[in-house]
């Protein structure tokens, strides 16, 4: 959290500024810059609070089921996030125990084995966008708890863009969190925090439909190894593989140098 303490331009003498040949000129000059910087971190302070609401979660893991006929393999990798805004109001309050949540800013994307999909909310919707569901079992549980975040939830599906794979064209993004003893959430409002250590189950899934011909749903899906609010740092190798061509760059340059 940033915090901004400028009591201090409270007290900045502005008034009567006349410039550096004015007798305490400059002074007055670092009194003024003094108010500019202020000025800019408050700004920047009341930017960074108005977007905290939207949280962004990175996820990734590997296929270990895919259907006949979707050109993907069990072992591909996935990585993705999915986006809301935490103070998105629950469209389904009627039900105690299951929250629906869906606003412009939800967003859902994944990278699978080199092919990129994404659907996302933009604008303000309640049928035909990205949603968050989160079903709230009071133990003793008979279900779980359960969290996902799909461009399917309520109503008709969000539009997922992205590649059409042999014929297949993909439908449904989905990602989902489980936790069998129900005590994963205390409520259903959305949670400030999901940690992947506090369910026993995930899943993410990616479904296509062959429209050329029969119409029929193909899924490709698998649990996730990482969901984190940070971004994942690039692999060694592939750090590696930059510096060394960063080296090779400058090699070169000073070769013409000379």
Not at 27 to 36: D, G, P
């Amino acid at each position: 959290m940033i915090r901004a303490d400028c009591s201090i331009c409270a007290a900045t003498p502005l008034a009567g500024f006349s410039g550096a040949h004015h007798p305490g000129g400059h002074m007055k000059i670092r009194y003024a810059a003094l108010a500019v910087a202020c000025a800019l971190m408050v700004a920047a302070v009341t930017t960074t609070s108005a977007q905290a609401a939207v949280v962004t979660y990175y996820f990734g893991g590997a296929l270990n089921s895919v259907s006949v006929g979707v050109p993907l393999a069990v072992g591909d990798s996935f990585a993705g996030s999915f986006t809301f805004d935490s103070t998105t109001v629950n469209l389904g309050a009627a039900l105690p125990s299951i929250g629906n949540y869906s606003d412009g800013s939800s967003a859902i994307e994944v990278n699978v084995n080199g092919y990129f999909f994404s659907s996302d909310s933009t604008s303000a919707c309640v049928n035909t966008c990205v949603g968050i569901r989160l079903f709230n079992d009071t133990p003793p549980a008979v279900f779980g708890d359960i969290f996902t975040a799909s461009n399917a939830l309520l109503g008709n599906p969000a539009t997922v863009t992205g590649p059409n794979l042999d014929g297949l064209s993909p439908s449904v993004l989905s990602l989902q969190l489980f936790e069998s003893s129900g005590t994963a959430f205390s409520s259903i409002a959305l949670p400030s925090n999901l940690l992947l250590s506090s369910f026993d189950g995930t899943n993410f899934a990616i479904s296509f439909i062959d429209t050329a011909r029969s119409g029929q749903s193909f899924v490709a899906n698998g649990p996730l190894a990482y969901l984190s609010t940070t971004a994942p740092i690039p692999e060694a190798s592939t750090t590696a593989m930059l510096a060394l061509g960063l080296s090779a760059l400058a090699f070169v340059r000073r070769r013409k140098s000379h």
